[in-house]
């Protein structure tokens, strides 16, 4: 029963963590139609991003979190810049492409800028933990869990209740009309990119918190949390959520209870294996809306 | 006759070339021209029927067990395992493609990278197919009196072949046939309807077009040969891990094809030739350190490279380096006039023009 206990908090701490990086990939789906691969490597970047700045170069943790956000925030909205705003109109699939294209791009610049050894994240927390009855919260997925739940509310406070959040979802549903009614888009895309580098810093951070440390292997992770997406719904801020939430859930308990026989490193693929179950029943996500296309 | 000219002297190119380099050049080389079949396959999926799919490493996996299983664990010959891998793989792609039917774009790219992982997770936890991580042999290819194996040699009137130059010509020749068959797709109902899905699924349907097979046809012709290409490749590097067959390689694949040009037939093969070989030309360069010595190594160099291009390419000419030859094609024509547009029309551009 502990032991069930145990990997529950687990999940929920993993599926908060997902949560938040599945919403950086519904930011940038809703806004513009685009599924950001290189979330992954953006979240890599950040994380090595954070380490460096709280390591190497000794700023304090909070500082050096907030920097790195920053940092992040600066490059994607370069990115859309650079990159995407001269494609716009075009399918969908070159768009996909270049983040791809963008992805590889990253992820080995960060191998190669900060090289293969595992580094230290640089956060206070380290390995300290307390109880709760039997189960042993480390400190680290307490505040993942936290910082989590806080980014979703701020997102979903700005989603519902500012002009921008507004203007966003206007902007996901007919760009040009949004454009006419005086809004300033790429001002807006901009705006959404950097908030996707936003919580992709802040996914890297709790996904490198102990036991795991920033390695390359994060990159892998993130990709777990397509499925988190997926599973939601591209274009449902809730579903991401959910989806995250499931995920984070499935890939705990899997690894604490899967069979051998299912081969090890199981719960790496079984969250793929739920998404390609549930999309072959609900094709758009559990939560996603089939989108309307006018021919 | 000038196409059918050019064709004449590139096919004597590609004869004549493994004599004109050197070793490590004709075993990038051979990778090239064997990859260059799995870009063709790639090409039929993604450029004339439209379907993203970054599930294309799981396709040549397909092809390279089967032949390992057959020729290497059963003795089989490869006049015969090399087609089997192909038709192995073909139905792995028709298993895959009603997938395609159900999700549309993303979700279908999702889920062609979930079979990456999968089919990865599957092959490492399948000792006696794949030998576990740590990789297994692969066959060489026998074929009757040809004998791939390592250390052999073809004498041919005075040539002496060594095996990258029997895994070239034989790569070639597949490739030869690949890249005529894709080509000639393309006047067939089925591959129209393959272009019709591609641009605008809906009014292809109106049409008539069987949406559904088309691409499940599809899927089955890049799958199998992403089997062909996958079993040479396997068998040429005679060793291979289970983690070999992952994203990186299928990005490989798309890169090549997006450098090339999609839904091109030249395409897959420039770009093979670009992607392909871009690690040992990498390497040449004299600013990259050598291997293990520190700084930028040549893996990440190949990778931050071909991000880079993808992403250039997709910007500046997604129609790849086919669009850019495309470009340069006006400044080789001369016209014997300059053109004359009078200032003052009397006719209209209809009347001038009939």
């Known amino acids: 029963m502990t032991q069930f206990l145990q990997l529950v908090f687990e999940g929920v701490s993993l599926g908060a963590t997902y949560a938040l990086i599945a919403l950086g990939f519904v930011v940038i789906y809703r806004a513009s139609g685009v599924i950001n691969f290189a979330q992954g490597s953006m979240l890599l970047l950040g994380a090595y991003l954070i380490s460096w700045l709280a390591v190497d170069v000794g700023l304090p943790f909070g500082l050096a979190v907030l920097a790195a956000m920053g940092g992040l925030s600066v490059f994607g909205a370069g990115f859309h810049r650079i990159a995407l705003r001269r494609v716009v109109g075009q399918p969908t699939f070159v768009l996909v492409m ?158 604490g209870y899967a069979p051998s026989s299912l081969g090890t490193n199981f719960y790496a693929v079984a969250p793929y294996i739920a998404m390609i179950a549930i999309l072959l029943v609900r094709p758009y996500g559990l939560l996603g809306v089939k989108p309307a296309e006018r021919l | 006759m000038s196409r059918l000219l050019a064709l004449l002297a590139f096919a004597a190119f590609a004869v004549v070339l493994p004599f004109a380099l050197s070793a490590s050049n004709l075993t990038t080389a051979t990778f090239v021209v064997i990859a260059a079949i799995g870009a063709t396959g790639l090409n039929v999926l993604v450029g004339y029927a439209g379907q993203i799919s970054l599930g294309h490493a799981f396709f040549l996996a397909a092809g ?47 889920v062609t990278l979930g079979i990456v992982f999968i089919g990865q997770h599957v092959l490492l936890n399948s000792p006696g197919i794949s030998g576990g991580p740590q990789g297994r042999t692969f066959p060489p290819v026998v074929i009757g009196p040809f004998d791939f194996s390592p250390g052999q040699t073809l004498e041919l009137g005075g040539l002496t072949i060594d095996r990258s130059g029997l895994y070239y010509y034989l790569g070639l020749a597949i490739l030869a046939a690949a890249t005529a068959f894709v080509r000639s797709l393309r006047r067939t109902r089925g591959g129209r309807a393959m272009l019709a899905v591609r641009e605008r699924e ?14 499940v046809v599809a899927f089955v012709i890049s799958a199998a ?22 994203l990186n ?27 392909f070989a871009l690690p040992s030309v ?34 500046l000419e997604p129609r790849g380096l086919v669009g850019l030859a495309d470009r340069l094609r006006p400044l080789r024509r001369r016209s014997p006039a300059p053109d004359f547009t009078p200032a003052i029309s009397l006719n209209t551009p209809e009347e001038a023009h009939p």
């Not at chain 1, 270049?98 to 191998?111: L, N, W």
């Not at chain 2, 809906?202 to 088309?214: P, Q």
């Open chain 1, 98 to 255: 270049i983040t791809i294209g963008a992805s590889i791009a990253v992820s080995a610049a960060v191998e190669a800028i900060f090289g293969d050894n595992q580094r230290l994240l640089g956060d206070p927390w380290g390995s300290s933990s307390f109880h709760i009855g039997a189960i042993t919260v480390t400190w680290v997925k307490f505040w993942g869990i936290v910082v989590a739940a806080a980014a979703l509310a701020v997102y979903f406070s700005f989603d519902r209740y500012t002009r921008w959040g507004l203007a966003m979802r206007a902007t996901a549903v007919d760009e040009e009309a949004t454009l006419s009614a005086g809004v300033p888009v790429r001002r807006l895309h901009a705006l959404t990119w950097a908030l996707a580098g936003t919580m992709a810093t802040l996914g890297g951070l709790f996904l490198a918190g102990f036991p795991s440390a920033p390695s390359h292997s994060l990159g892998d992770a993130a990709l777990r949390a397509f499925p988190a997406v997926v599973l939601g719904g591209l274009s449902s801020p809730v579903g991401a959520v959910a989806g995250g939430m499931l995920i984070g859930v499935v890939e705990v308990m899997t690894s």
């Open chain 2, 64 to 110: 390279a067990y089967t032949g390992a299983v057959l020729g290497g664990d059963h003795g089989v010959s490869a006049a015969l395992w090399i087609p089997a891998a192909g038709v192995a793989a073909a139905l792995f792609g028709a298993v895959v493609g009603p997938m395609a039917l159900r999700l549309k774009g993303l979700y279908l790219a999702i």
């Open chain 2, 202 to 215: 809906a009014a292809a349907a109106l049409m008539g077009v069987d949406v559904g097979r088309t691409k």
């Open chain 2, 225 to 246: 040969l992403a089997g062909l290409s996958g079993a040479l490749y396997a068998s040429y590097l005679s060793f291979a891990q289970p983690t070999q067959w992952n």
């Open chain 2, 249 to 275: 390689m299928s990005i490989q694949f798309i890169a090549a094809i997006i450098v090339g040009g999609m839904g091109t037939t030249a395409g897959p093969l420039l770009g093979s030739a670009v992607v």
């Open chain 2, 282 to 315: 990498l390497k040449s360069l004299p600013f990259v350190p050598e291997e293990g010595t520190g700084g930028v190594s040549v893996g990440d160099l190949t990778s931050i490279t071909y991000g880079v291009l993808i992403v250039a390419f997709l910007v």
